[in-house]
């Protein structure tokens, strides 16, 4: 098979070029790896996270929450935005009523007392999902 095609192994391209070639960074990106199963690296991740139940709080720890309010309420009253770090649950969308306890640490936004919420940089938290707050003074 290879006889047949000795006359033209060895020649030089002699056409017209009607294009430019490629630069070689974007032909090495035809090459680039790609993810046949879209979503298969997050499915395997949100596999591995631990779920739990959220955690009831005791009357100490409302009222302890409640002390961290009056500060941060007094604060805002006078136009100071505190830092705060709160320790909040987040509902787990597959998981029913288990979900995850997560830490948010920033400048307090708002505290809406009739909404029940605090935000702490761009996150809304519910009052009800805060299991604890911790004002740094």
Known sequence: MIEEYQDIIH????G????RS???VDRAKIFL???ALNGYEEAIEEQKRV???KVELSEDMMEALDEQ???IKYHLENKEHPIATAIYFEKDKNSGEEGVYLKAT???GKLDVNSGFI??????IDFNNIRSLQLEE
């Open 51 to 53: 779920t739990v139940e």
């Open 119 to 124: 935000q702490i940089v761009n996150k809304k």
């Open 16 to 19: 017209t070029k009607k294009r």
């Open 22 to 24: 490629m630069a070689m």
């Open 106 to 108: 920033g400048m307090v």
């Open 11 to 14: 020649t030089t391209w002699t």
């Open 33 to 35: 790896p790609f993810a």
């Open 69 to 71: 309010f009056q500060k």
